[in-house]
């Protein structure tokens, strides 16, 4: 199987991507990762859970997934086998007519969001992105074009017949209250010069139970968490101010320009100036 998700928002993709697999509690995710493009995460049979930007889900068979593009994510497959779809898109790819028939239009696009497909209609949804990972193994001149079709009627059809999370009983996507909590602290506060026992005291836990609660529930460190709020923010204020480096890297909680251009480059695969210079910012229509 291709792994098409990398940890770099800087390495698009050059077309649409489908993939299904049958996964289970054997398979670990190597870590969260996060990507320039956008995820439509489909699970066809049994139940798996989704570490998302700052929240926890619990995905049951018919659930799908928008993840837009640069959100954190990390799936565990607790429950037993599953079976599920991911296909990677571009914005670009969307037609503006089918992004137009979503509530809210374009923004409805920029937060990640959770339908619920009615049992009736999962078969013909599970052929569709069927033929769209066949259509890969042929990979001829009409593919791009072909995949750029499937992609609009699949969207089409997941906005007529799809239940938005909201109108679902709470109870059915389950959250651990300590991470979230720990998570939503650090989002909050990430500009103040957290310590760890702050964090965990927010949760409701010790630091060193914390710690490995929340590497287990995201694949991440605390402190990789924190890092990666701050250099989230960074990343906006460089596109959106013209505010030096250092001032922006103090304002986001780090300690120094140095080690927060360390930081950056390691995430982006850029200085904060090349960044800021090519305008990396992913924008939806």
Not at 45 to 57: E, H, I, K, V
Not at 111 to 131: K, N, T
Request: hydrophobic content about 40%.
């Amino acid at each position: 199987m291709r792994d098409f998700s990398v940890r770099t928002p800087e390495k698009q993709i050059d077309r649409i991507l489908a993939d299904e697999a049958l996964r289970d509690n054997t398979y670990v995710m190597p870590t969260n990762h996060f990507h320039p493009y956008f995820e439509l995460y489909y699970l066809e049979s049994g139940s798996c859970r989704f570490f998302l930007a700052d929240r926890m889900l619990d995905l049951h068979a018919g659930d799908l997934l928008l993840i837009p593009p640069r959100t954190l994510h990390y799936t565990r497959y607790l429950f037993g086998p599953c079976r599920r779809f991911d296909l990677f898109f571009r914005p670009m790819d969307l037609e503006e007519e089918v992004t137009a028939s979503f509530p809210g239009q374009a923004d409805f696009f920029r937060r990640w969001q959770l339908l619920q497909i009615p049992v009736f209609y999962r078969e013909p949804l599970c052929a569709l992105f069927g033929r769209m990972v066949g259509e890969l193994k042929i990979d001829d001149a009409r593919t791009p074009l072909l995949q750029r079709c499937r992609l609009q009627e699949l969207m089409l059809v997941c906005g007529r017949v799809g239940l938005s999370s909201e109108t679902l009983p709470a109870d059915i996507h389950t959250t651990d209250q300590s991470i979230l909590r720990a998570a939503e602290f650090m989002r909050e506060r990430f500009r103040e010069p957290l310590t760890a026992g702050q964090i965990a005291s927010a949760a409701g836990l010790s630091a060193d139970y914390l710690s490995r609660r929340f590497r287990q529930a995201t694949g991440m460190a605390v402190h990789e968490y924190l890092r990666f709020v701050r250099l989230q923010q960074a990343a906006l204020e460089l596109l959106e101010t013209r505010d030096s480096v250092t001032d922006i890297a103090l304002r986001c909680g780090f300690s120094g320009g140095n080690y927060f251009k360390d930081c950056f480059r390691s995430q982006f695969g850029q200085s904060p100036r090349e960044y800021r210079g090519t305008g990396a910012g992913t924008k939806i229509r």
